[in-house]
């Protein structure tokens, strides 16, 4: 595959920045890629796994001669790693970040994008409970998708340079509204992992109770929230308060249908458990014959091993 960008730089070098450069070494999609992440230990572990071409103890000599700068940190800081690195951006390159919310980032990063630089906001939406730089595989965004959000008026070049980046690391890419996005995956993945986290947090209190039963005998759908609840705190935290009114509206919803489902035990009234029952299955084997179900495989547990 042809080099789309001659130097790209990661900044914040966890899950998601070591799957890039994995994925990018992967394609030749890149001439240099450099690296920058805020403590010694990661720069440590990252020089020492060869992830990126060159680590910089400094965030603006990694982004100085950078084509792509990808911000790979928290949703939560996104704004102010922009505001640092701001005056080291060159004039005509692309910024980009991978965060899970973009309403938020997008007004968070723009007022620090000098005239010039494009920022086009994406997010590829794969991912793993891991987190840091050993946790990165080339293969995760594999048949994934990744939504980009350029704001209006964006050029259309850099777009498309992006989406080659991305559909080079082997991702399927469309470009959505902010909004609509963030409501988007406040279904799909917001508030499921806020769910899975209270499930474990009652399971917990529960286990106390019993002494260890719970998690002795915990069968597999409770073990896998068990794996979606062991997710980066830091990341899931910023996630929740910067889709604060999406994520919200979904679980007002959620608990509106927890309580009809809660009376219909009650009531005993298995008609109604069927028949949502069997709506909800369906949407699983829907999902299964359109060929979406397409699970991780159990990589990233080793660090560049699969480079
Ligand atoms: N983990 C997932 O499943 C997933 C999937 C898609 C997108 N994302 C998004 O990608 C981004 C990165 O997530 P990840 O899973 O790679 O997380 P991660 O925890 O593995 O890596 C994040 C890195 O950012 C660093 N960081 C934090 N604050 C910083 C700051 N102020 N300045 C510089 N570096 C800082 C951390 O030290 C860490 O090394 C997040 O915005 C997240 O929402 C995550
Ligand atoms: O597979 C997982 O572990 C994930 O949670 C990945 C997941 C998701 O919810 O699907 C998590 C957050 C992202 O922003 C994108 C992907």
């Known amino acids: 595959m042809a080099k789309i960008y001659d130097r790209v730089a990661l900044i914040g070098l966890g899950l998601i920045a070591s799957s890039m450069f994995w994925a990018m070494k992967r394609g030749g999609l890149a001439g240099e890629i450099t690296g920058y992440a805020r403590s010694d230990e990661t720069r440590r572990t990252a020089r020492e796994i060869g992830l990126c071409d060159v680590v910089y103890d400094d965030i603006n000599d990694a982004v100085r001669d950078a084509d792509l700068i990808v911000l790979c940190v928290p949703v939560g800081v996104m704004g102010e790693v922009m505001a640092q690195i701001a005056d080291a951006v060159k004039p005509g390159a692309t910024v980009t970040d991978v965060g899970s919310v973009k309403r938020d980032v997008i007004d968070k990063v723009m007022p620090h ?12 939406l794969a991912g793993t409970e891991h987190s840091g730089p050993r946790s990165g595989f080339a293969e995760l965004f594999d048949n994934r998708w990744c939504l980009l959000v350029p704001p209006s008026g964006t050029a259309p070049e850099p777009v498309a340079k992006l989406r080659s980046l991305w559909e080079g690391m082997g ?15 406040a279904v799909t993945s917001h508030a499921p992992h ?24 915990s069968a597999a759908g409770f073990r896998d929230f068990t794996r979606i609840a062991a997710s980066d705190p830091t990341m899931w935290r910023d996630v929740f308060l ?17 309580f009809a489902l809660q009376r219909a035990i009650r009531q005993g009234d298995g008609a109604h458990l069927h028949d949502y029952f069997t709506r909800t299955r369906a949407i699983r084997r829907g999902i299964i014959e359109a060929g979406q179900d397409t699970e991780a495989p159990d990589f990233g547990r080793g660090g560049n091993a699969r480079k």
């Open 113 to 124: 994008i000098p005239e010039g630089v494009h920022f086009i906001a994406g997010h590829p």
């Open 242 to 258: 910067s889709n604060k009114d999406a994520t919200l509206e979904i679980l007002g919803r959620f608990t509106e249908e927890l």
């Open 171 to 185: 991702s399927n890419v469309e470009e959505m509204d902010a909004d609509h996005h963030d409501l988007v995956l």
């Open 194 to 217: 806020l769910i899975a986290y209270t499930m474990v947090g009652v399971a917990d209190d529960l286990g106390r109770v019993t002494d260890g039963e719970v998690i002795k005998y």
